[in-house]
């Protein structure tokens, strides 16, 4: 096959995951909702992390339809990773989940918690979804294209337009967690000199880097790979990167790590077009 067939041919794959993604998603966001507005008890994982009725009925939605339409594709998602149930191995292509990021956000009623849905080729999260059903805001990427998704309040899908991580010219915004803020974070902030400070939880942060709302997002606290997948794919497809403190982009598939558990990230700077890219991602947090 003529390798432009070959790309089309892969662009064409990408669109069809990526329209899965999405149905997955809303119907994923119309459960938790449900929940939202019902009210649910709040359990504790053996981490002491909060897990509720939510992220354990999202994430069946969501495995149901990707083991049904993609049954060669490896799935690793929180819950069923936190209840040890792990595919022994991810192949060169596996889906990260995370049913409810943000489950803080969700039990303080803050709305910013997200349902996550990331495909993860070769160490690269390259299609994903971020869902906040509480505001509507949705948005999905693939290579190439990074999307903002209109959605109306029967979880239809009414209108999308493409988006662009922004150069960032100094002094910077910073997006930052609302619910896991730390002084590291805080020196860093104070480095690169910002102009503008935004609390957001959840997976936001790296949407609004990738639709020009924002320039930074540095995480100097713990994450693991299924709470950064999907919106680091977004970020991504809209022009911008994620990289650990050594510059080098964030990788995903991390096993047997000799000073982590699996799938546990280092801290990152994620950011969009900035000039100054490489100085502001390794630039290290003075106190």
């Not at 709302?213 to 990167?241: Q, S």
């Not at 964030?250 to 990230?265: H, I, T």
Request: net charge negative; aromatic share 6%.
């Amino acid at each position: 096959m003529p390798k432009t067939n070959t790309i089309a041919a892969a662009a064409s794959d990408d669109e069809a995951m990526l329209g899965v993604f999405e149905r997955l998603a809303l119907a994923a966001g119309r459960e938790v909702m449900r929940v939202f507005d019902a009210g649910c008890a709040v359990d504790q994982k053996s981490d002491a992390s909060p897990v509720t009725e939510a992220d354990r009925e999202s994430e069946k939605i969501i495995l149901a339809g990707l083991r049904a339409a993609f049954p060669d594709i490896p799935c690793v998602a929180e819950e069923e990773a936190s209840a040890g149930i792990v595919p022994p191995d991810l192949d060169d292509a596996f889906f990260l989940v995370d049913p409810l990021d943000g489950t803080k956000e969700f039990v303080n009623r803050r709305t910013d918690f997200t349902v996550n849905i990331a495909l993860v080729r070769h160490g690269v999260p390259e299609i994903g979804v971020v869902f906040a059903p509480c505001t509507g805001r949705f948005f999905s990427g693939r290579p190439g294209r990074a999307e903002a998704i209109d959605v109306n309040g029967d979880y239809q899908i009414i209108g999308r337009r493409p988006i662009s991580a922004r150069t960032g010219v100094a002094p910077l915004t910073v997006v930052a967690s609302r619910s896991h803020n730390t002084p590291e974070t805080e020196a860093y902030i104070r480095t690169v000199g910002a102009a503008e400070i935004v609390s957001v939880g959840s997976s936001l942060k790296f949407c609004l880097v990738a639709s020009a709302e924002a320039d930074v997002y540095p995480r100097f606290g713990r994450t693991m790979e299924w709470d950064t997948a999907a919106g680091d794919a977004v970020l991504r497809a809209a022009g911008g990167m994620t990289r650990s403190l050594d510059g080098q982009p964030l990788a995903y598939g991390k096993r047997n790590q000799s000073d982590d558990v699996d799938f546990a990230n280092p801290h990152f700077i994620a950011s969009g077009k900035s000039a100054g890219q490489p100085d502001a991602v390794r630039a290290r947090p003075r106190h």
